[in-house]
Nanobody
Framework: QVQLVESGGGLAQPGGSLRLSCAASGRIFSIYPVGWYRQVPGKERELVATLSPGGRINIADSVKDRFTISRDNTENIVYLQMNNLKAEDTAVYYC???????????WGQGTQVTVSQ
């Protein structure tokens, strides 16, 4: 069983920054790809960024040049650095690791990010 715990969300002003963290219960980020997703009410969850065990990064076009994803293997934590935040970045952000077919598809509980004056 994998547990993912997100933190770091909150209220930010437009143009501000936040750093989200996703802590895993084991050394899975160095073995499996990890993703950050976000969701607003009434819309489907959308991919924000992914990081492969080898370090390959994929960033959604909507946040490219503003968001970055990184990993601390020692602490089993993945970060999402969000800069130059915009109102449209307001969402609940989720961390995800998909271990299928060997195991399950795991999500954290989510952390709310609100960008507003």
């Amino acid at each position: 069983q994998v547990q993912l715990v997100e933190s770091g969300g909150g209220l930010a002003q437009p143009g501000g920054s936040l750093r989200l963290s996703c802590a895993a219960s084991g050394r899975i980020f160095s073995i499996y790809p990890v993703g950050w997703y976000r969701q607003v009410p009434g819309k489907e969850r959308e991919l924000v960024a992914t990081l492969s065990p080898g370090g390959r990064i994929n960033i959604a076009d909507s946040v490219k040049d503003r968001f970055t994803i990184s990993r601390d293997n020692t602490e089993n934590i993945v970060y999402l650095q969000m800069n130059n935040l915009k109102a449209e970045d307001t969402a609940v952000y989720y961390c995800n690791v998909d271990l299928r077919p060997l195991a399950g598809n795991y999500w954290g509980q989510g952390t709310q990010v609100t960008v507003s004056q």
